[in-house]
């Protein structure tokens, strides 16, 4: 498939200033639009002024809701290149919720190949301070004009991009994270392994009275017990125990982070004992309490590493390494940070060059 580009007569004026950027303020002058129909497929690929979608208001997302969204980032280099970072892995996590969320499956080299050219067309929108990047945002919706409980036979797959700074305001400090008791995110047999709108909007209340309580995320619990730690609202998340570090195993109810899968092969490839296991709250706070629970921190594309410094759980506060960014936790941001930017070299591969 050829993709097609149609540039701006009428370019935006970028942020003067790349300090205080924010996150998803700003878009870029572009998107990339690929179209599906039950009889022609995927088609149509195009790079096209950014502008606002129009949709008939029986459009089948609108009302049921059949979305699934990605998240990565391009990176500018001092040497003026511009990287992406596993690229290959968000493409096969759009398949992984499009199979959930039925779907249809995309070209994931294709799809690859589509980001790259939307990238460097957009490529000056990407900044060069440190700790600043251009977000990426590829979403597939459901576009049939029809109110009725089925897949839509029609999809729209859009790129759209944002000049970003750090998505905590914190930085790379610890975050205060309230554990959710009364709320419940994902059961295994749900769509909690997907990145799908849903996940995102049934996180909204809890995230809300967290935020009114001076937390800056929610960490879940599992739907059924209530009792085993699985996912803060946008990290995966670490704990620091003994010489152990443990994260929650993928059970269907949590998302496969691809910066929670390369902190593992990271930590791993520093001989580091890493342990995917089920870990019950309780557990957590008898660890803390025999000063064994060292560090703890979040994972993700938007964050990267999030060292967490305070947790909530019923009233029970517990402060972690004296609220300070651990020293696992800044040895993996600077080793992840470091290889997206193309500071530290890249031993496994894991960037590509627009």
């Not at 996180?203 to 800056?216: C, G, P």
């Not at 706070?285 to 967490?308: N, R, W």
Request: with cysteine; charged share 20%; proline share 5%.
């Amino acid at each position: 498939m050829e993709i097609t580009i149609q540039r701006t007569s009428t370019p935006k004026a970028k942020p003067e200033s790349q300090d205080g950027l924010g996150f998803g303020k700003n878009f870029t002058d572009h998107m990339f639009i690929m179209d599906y129909s039950t009889d022609k497929g995927w088609h149509d690929a195009r790079i096209v002024p950014y502008a606002p979608l129009e949709l008939d208001p029986a459009t089948m997302v609108l009302h049921y809701g059949q979305a699934i969204f990605e998240g990565l980032k391009a990176y500018r280099t001092k040497s003026n290149d511009i990287l992406l970072f596993r690229p290959e892995h968000n493409m096969a996590r759009v398949n992984l919720s499009n199979e959930r969320l039925c779907i249809p499956l995309i070209d994931e080299d294709f799809c690859v190949k589509a980001l790259k050219a939307f990238v460097d067309v957009e490529r000056d929108w990407v900044p060069s301070a440190e700790g600043t990047s251009l977000y990426l945002r590829p979403f597939i919706i459901a576009t049939d004009p029809f109110l009725g409980v089925r897949p839509s036979d029609t999809y729209k797959f859009i790129i759209i991009a944002s000049p970003s700074g750090q998505y905590y305001p914190e930085g790379v400090s610890p975050v205060k994270i309230w554990v959710e008791n009364n709320y419940v995110r994902a059961v295994k047999g749900g769509v909690g392994y997907s990145k799908t709108s849903a996940n995102y909007s049934s996180s909204l209340k809890a995230q809300q009275e967290a935020h009114d309580a001076n937390y800056t995320q929610v960490l879940w619990l599992d739907g059924v017990e209530r009792k085993y730690i699985e996912e803060v609202g946008t990290m995966n998340v670490f704990f620091v125990i003994g010489d152990e570090v443990i994260t929650p195993e993928l059970q269907g109810s949590i998302l496969p982070g691809i910066t929670r899968k390369s902190v593992i092969e990271l930590l791993r490839s520093q001989g580091k004992k890493v342990t995917e296991r089920r870990l019950s709250v309780q557990e957590l706070y008898d660890a803390h309490a025999a000063g064994k629970l060292t560090e703890a921190f979040g994972t993700g594309t938007a964050a990267v590493i999030s060292p967490i410094g305070e947790l909530n759980w019923s009233g029970n506060k517990i402060t972690i390494n004296n609220f300070e960014t651990g020293a696992i936790s800044q040895d993996m941001y600077n080793q992840i940070t470091g290889i997206q930017s193309g500071v530290v070299e890249d031993k496994f591969g894991w960037t590509q060059k627009v």
